[in-house]
């Protein structure tokens, strides 16, 4: 697995890239490529297509998740590249989990709520030099990413006659339509892909 993770953080060695280091480490000991890079709003973000899951993480400074990831979200290509990718997120602040929740957190799943979230994490100063819960997140995230990787499996089964159907729609639409009808099917949780659930994909997305 080659996971990538993109933060911000104004501080050079701060908590946001300590945070970040272990986590590095524990995901690279269970085996995953592991990539770390600082965002710039306007950067290309092209280069995340290559990674199966990208973890998000910054700090908040007055109130604002850190710029350079909240603008790649709002004004750079990190969002159309981040589009069906797994993703987990992390912040760090000085305030409590449950106030970061309502405040901080939100502005980035705004921009993301097509996406899977495997999960979301937040680090309040008092915790940051735990490394046993920064454990537990890069163990949760493992355990998510094997669980949806493994129900995709599953969901990719094609019936016979959902796959004559898709050999029946214009070639050129096919890939695309196999695509979302393993994530409908996913998201749905069916095991199989038959001509009734495609029906129903389609009606749901406004297909023809
Ligand atoms: C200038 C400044 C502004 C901050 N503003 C907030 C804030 O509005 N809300 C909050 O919860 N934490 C705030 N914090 C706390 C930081 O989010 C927290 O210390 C974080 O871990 C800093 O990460 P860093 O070391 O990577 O810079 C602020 C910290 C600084 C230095």
């Known amino acids: 697995m ?3 993770i993109l933060y911000d953080s104004k501080t050079s060695g701060g908590s ?4 970040i280091d272990t986590i590095g480490l524990k995901l690279a000991e269970s085996g995953a490529y592991v990539e770390k890079v600082k965002c710039k709003a306007l950067a290309d973000y092209s280069f995340i297509k290559e990674f199966d899951l990208i973890i998000l993480g910054a700090p908040v400074y007055y109130f604002l998740v850190a710029s350079q990831l909240l603008g790649a979200l709002n004004y750079g290509n990190l969002k159309i590249n981040l589009k069906r990718k797994k993703i987990a997120m992390f912040l ?3 305030s409590s989990e449950a106030m970061a929740a309502v405040l ?3 502005q980035l799943k705004i921009h993301l709520i097509t996406n ?7 680090f309040p100063s008092n915790v940051l030099h735990e490394n046993s819960i920064i454990d537990e997140f890069v163990i949760d995230v493992l355990q998510a990413y094997n669980n949806t990787s493994s129900q995709k499996a599953l969901s990719a089964k094609w019936t016979d006659e959902s796959r004559e159907w898709l050999q029946t729609i214009p070639s050129f639409l096919q890939s695309k339509f196999k695509i979302m009808a393993e994530e409908y099917a996913e998201n749905m949780g069916y095991k199989e892909i038959t001509l009734e659930m495609l029906q129903l994909a389609r009606d749901e997305m406004g297909g023809t």
């Open 92 to 94: 760090t602040c000085g």
């Open 116 to 122: 899977k979230i495997l999960v979301e994490k937040i």
């Open 2 to 4: 080659k996971a990538v």
């Open 16 to 19: 946001t890239e300590a945070i």
């Open 104 to 106: 901080y957190l939100p």
